[in-house]
């Protein structure tokens, strides 16, 4: 007992001091309080069957998912991907033992955002599969969906104008990094598909705050730039031409091998 | 000139029919070339050569195994089946007679005219020995019977058998007295010293009277009416004619028009016949047991039991059990308890468990591990059959606990079977969740163990355990992890797992592996498991979708999935259109089905191929267009979102065309002549590489083993016992898909 009530004076503290914003402090608490946590019995992987289990489980909860908007205000990815994996036990194996988290769509749509932001398609397709269809309507999640709906079609633009239509500005750090992805993404784009582009509208597709950037940012990628506007190369012919009468032989060579087996 | 080349078989391209020679004069005819399986659990021996009755004869050559010669002035002649047929009714063997006979010889069993004799003397008249037994005692004319003189000469003094005893005949007396000595033998109540025997009666429709007679009362019973007519023995694939099974019944025909098939079904189910093939499923199992061999336990057995499943009944299976397992055997009154509590939901029939038989309990002491699971199984798979789930619960998990208690190699095929029956049934009661990680006790244990049966299969379940609530991140993790055996032991297996691992690829986005593993799983499952390929299908159809591919018309209407996959046959027309606005009206319509079959999420997804399919088009039809045309085309919002999208599709490569942002234009490049590139070489190249591929394998997959030399074409019997097999698979997946 004396440990749950020792927890729960941490966790207020924690609180706290997330709210003002001091940083080092939570840190510090949230070290300790995760010891705290290790004593409790009631918690996965144990999962005892004490008389306070449901109090434990739900302060393990809190806890994490203090843990996780701290290490989203700190910028730190690695720090979130852990927190978010302890938490996410909570959120699948003892779900019928809790009441459901009103944080709970808000963070898992944070996780999306960043395994998006990451570029990992493929998990972020195996965390989606895990969500209730109720899950998927609500703000945070369905936010996160549509985002990577348009960039898989293309439509970059809707991404960057989702940008002030935040769920929560706790997704603003991961939105602004999507950004920079995005504005790659463009440019890459831009290089096929455009023979020559002016500047101003560079700066209006990829969003630049002003002419210099557009044109910074050209520089920065080697782009010919001239009389105000980009002339892009194009494709090189591709070079695999080259090795195309190697391949020829090559392939001749594996038939003659094999058909001297068949024979 | 003809019929001799035909009949040393040559001259047919070593086709596997046999040759017989029909001998009037003795009513048989002799086999000269001898092919195929079936004609060694046929016919009798005498002097070296094999003979065979009328029936046995046409039975042959209806199935096309058997040409029948006779000889006549001119020759040699090949008789028509017609004439083959007809020879049934101048022999005096009546068609209910051959009806009954051929639908024996149908259902596998060894079948042979009363008494059963494999081996003559060559002194012996095989005449006198059948005395016409197969005559139809009357439903035959009177002057046709006189037409065969000589056989009519023999039948008309009539002899009891009985007092045609010879050594073959005393043979046979001391199987029945061994037979009583097991303790699996059928007992109907009446009769305990014989085998039970059946009577087809006339006058009340269908009515199986089991006699009430002295021991060896051959000579009252067969001055009546009735006689025994033939003899019964259970399907054996390595019959010996010098060592034949005990016989499992006489078959009595009485007077009367001949049955049908389901007159005949439903004697036979009255009369034993479950309870006869379960008792040769039991000595299959002993004897595999004893040569431990773990192929037949987990093949033919299975197989075996499959066949008889849809005839048990409540009642010939306590009558089973309570014959295999011991009295006072805690498993015992469970399984009863069960069975008795199904029976009566039913309200089959009103009457009550038959009375115990006190032999039973004879054989408590060498109980085989093996059996007493096998009880279990059929009974779960009978509870699981009548839907009973809950009942099948308790029984499949003290079955499984009780599995825990052996280690034995002989036992991996039957457990790996509960194993399924305890998933499937936990799947139905929904508490599929809770057994997780007593599945993976299991799997660890049989890893250890080198059970390979139960490896596959646990792994199986796991898997679909995971998939079951979209877990697809734990099943991977596990799949990639845990063992396989390198060569599958079974088929079924192998396609579930490729179909699982199919699944979780496609939601990892990895689509041209995905493709590959649910083709692979939808060429390898048998036709018959419909319910298992329009899964597989149906995924597949999605991920060719994504691939960028089309799938065939024909993939759609097949037989069987036409039904089931027209709102993915929707779907498919939509994407190939480019039809956005049309794409939508179907995933909306059937988001229902989408979201049964876990697709929902692979469905969203396509959205962006109609998209990239409607530009190719546009792309292919104009050689310059304005945005906002595109836009308006393809039903997108604004001419800002189509700019970014058709740039994105053109660095994909979907679409070969440049954009000019001033004009908002989008121009086509000339489509270059594709016999220019590259292109035809590439095809050209996947394809051969296909072929020497499938080569190799073939060859690879080529093994010689010593019994490959005796093993010819396939025989009808082998046929037969795929066509089961096949059955049995499809049986399987429907109980997992149908769910």
């Known amino acids: 007992m004396a440990v749950l009530n020792d927890t729960t004076k941490l966790l207020d503290q924690l609180k706290g001091a997330v709210s003002k914003n001091d940083l080092s402090t939570a840190t510090r608490i949230l070290s300790a309080l995760k010891l705290k946590l290790t004593e409790l019995p009631a918690l996965p992987p144990l999962l005892q069957k004490t008389p306070t289990a449901q109090k434990e489980l739900l302060l393990a909860r809190d806890v994490l998912e203090q843990a996780v908007s701290l290490s989203v205000k700190l910028q730190d990815e690695a720090a979130f991907e852990r927190n978010y994996l302890q938490l996410k036990t909570y959120y699948t194996d003892t779900r019928a033992l809790l009441p459901i988290s009103q944080q709970e769509n808000l963070i898992v749509g944070l996780d999306l955002l960043r395994l998006l932001v990451q570029n990992r398609i493929a998990e972020f397709h195996t965390e989606l599969e895990l969500l209730s269809p109720q899950a998927l309507q609500s703000p945070g999640i369905s936010h996160v969906v549509q985002l990577e709906q348009w960039l898989m079609e293309g439509a970059y633009n809707k991404v960057l104008d989702a940008r002030p239509k935040l769920p929560d500005p706790a997704y603003g750090y991961f939105m602004e990094k999507l950004l920079s992805t995005v504005r790659d993404e463009i440019a890459d784009c831009s290089e096929r598909a455009y023979k020559t582009l002016s500047i101003s509208n560079a700066k209006k597709l990829m969003l630049f705050g002003s002419d210099q950037e557009a044109a910074a940012y050209a520089a920065q990628r080697n782009w010919d730039v001239r009389d105000g506007a980009i002339h892009f190369q194009g494709a090189e012919e591709n070079p695999i031409n080259n090795h195309q009468p190697v391949e020829l032989i090559d392939n001749a060579l594996t038939y003659a091998r094999e058909i001297e087996r068949i024979v | ?739």
């Open chain 2, 1 to 739: 000139m003809e019929i001799e080349t035909a009949v040393t078989g040559e001259g047919l391209g070593g086709s596997p029919i046999s040759f017989a020679l029909w001998q009037p004069e003795r009513a048989l005819a002799q086999v000269l070339s001898q092919r195929g399986k079936l004609l060694m659990r046929m016919g009798f021996m005498q002097g070296g050569k094999l003979y065979l009755h009328i029936e046995e004869a046409v039975y042959l050559k209806l199935q096309n195994l058997l040409d029948l010669v006779i000889d006549t002035k001119k020759g040699r002649e090949q008789l028509s089946v017609e004439s083959t047929v007809n020879l049934l009714v101048s022999n005096g063997v009546g068609k209910d007679f051959y009806a009954v006979y051929a639908h024996l010889m149908d259902a596998s069993l060894i079948v042979r005219r009363h008494p059963a004799q494999w081996l003559l003397l060559p002194e012996e008249d095989a005449n006198c020995i059948w005395l016409m037994t197969g005559t139809p005692h009357g439903a035959q004319p009177e002057s046709m019977m006189v037409e065969g003189s000589s056989i009519s000469k023999v039948s008309s003094k009539v002899l009891p058998p009985v007092s045609c005893t010879s050594e073959g005949r005393k043979k046979n007396m001391k199987h029945v007295s061994e037979l009583k000595q097991r303790s699996w033998w059928p007992r109907p109540v009446e009769c305990q010293a014989e085998p039970p025997r059946c009577q087809v009666d006339k006058s009340s429709p269908f009515t199986l009277t089991p006699f009430a007679c002295a021991p060896c009362d051959y000579a009252g019973l067969e001055d009546a009416t009735l006689r025994l007519a033939l003899d019964v023995f259970p399907p054996n694939s390595k019959f010996s004619r010098k060592r034949p099974d005990p016989l499992i019944y006489h078959v009595c025909i009485s007077q009367g028009r001949p049955q049908g098939r389901e007159v005949m079904s439903a004697i036979e189910a009255s009369v034993g016949q479950v309870s006869a093939q379960l008792a040769a499923n039991v000595s299959l199992l002993e004897s595999a047991v004893r040569s431990k061999e773990t192929r037949v336990l987990a093949g033919r057995l299975l197989r075996q039991t499959t066949a008889v499943r849809k005839n048990l009944s409540a009642e010939n299976l306590s009558d089973f059990v309570k014959s295999v397992l011991p009295r006072g055997y805690p498993g015992t009154s469970l399984l009863l308890e069960h069975l008795k509590m199904a029976s009566s939901s039913m309200e089959t029939d009103g009457t009550d468990a038959p009375a115990e038989s006190p032999a039973a309990s004879s054989s408590a002491v060498g109980l085989l591990p093996e059996l007493e699971i096998y009880a279990y199984l059929l009974v779960v798979s009978f509870l699981v059959d009548k839907k009973l789930y809950p009942e099948a619960r308790e029984v499949v998990t003290a079955g499984v606990k009780r599995l825990a208690d052996f280690n034995r190699r002989t036992l991996d095929g039957l457990a790996a079977r509960l194993y399924f029956y305890y998933s499937l049934v936990h799947e139905h009661t929904g508490t599929l969740a809770d057994i997780r990680s007593h599945l993976l006790a299991l799997h660890r244990t049989a890893v250890l163990r080198h059970d390979e049966y139960g490896q596959e299969t646990l792994l199986n379940l796991l898997l679909r355990n995971y998939l079951h609530f979209n877990l697809y991140d734990q099943a991977e993790k596990l799949r990639s992890k845990a063992q396989r055996p390198e060569v599958s032991r079974s088929t079924q297996q192998l396609c579930r797992y490729l179909y699982y691992l199919g699944r979780i690829r496609a939601i990892q986005l990895e689509y041209t592996e995905a493709k590959d593993c649910l083709q692979q799983a939808a060429r390898k499952a048998p036709s018959s498991a419909v319910g298992f390929r329009v899964a597989v299908n149906k995924w597949l159809s999605l991920v060719r979708l994504l691939l960028g591919e089309v799938p065939e018309h024909s993939e759609f209407t097949a037989a069987g999935l036409a039904k089931p996959l027209a709102p993915y046959f929707s779907i498919a027309q939509a994407v190939r259109a480019g039809d956005l606005a049309a794409f939508r009206q179907v995933a909306d319509a059937n988001v229902k089905v989408f979201a049964m079959d876990k697709t929902q999420n692979l469905i969203v997804r396509l959205q962006y191929n109609v998209i990239r399919a409607g530009l190719r088009r546009i792309n292919l039809a104009y050689s310059r267009i304005s945005l906002k045309d595109v836009a308006s085309r393809l039903g997108l919002a604004s001419v800002e979102d189509t700019e970014c999208i058709v740039a994105k599709a053109i660095r994909d490569g979907g679409v070969d065309a440049v954009l000019d942002h001033a004009n908002g234009w989008m121009l086509s490049k000339d489509v270059a002549d594709i016999y220019s590139t590259a292109e035809p070489a590439a095809a050209f190249h996947a394809r051969v590489a296909f072929c020497l591929d499938i080569h190799n394998e073939a060859v690879r997959a080529m093994r010689f083993d010593a019994a490959a030399n005796s093993k010819k074409l396939e025989t009808a019997e082998s046929a037969r016992e795929r066509v089961i097999a096949e059955e049995e698979l499809a049986k399987a997946y429907e109980e997992e898909e149908g769910i």
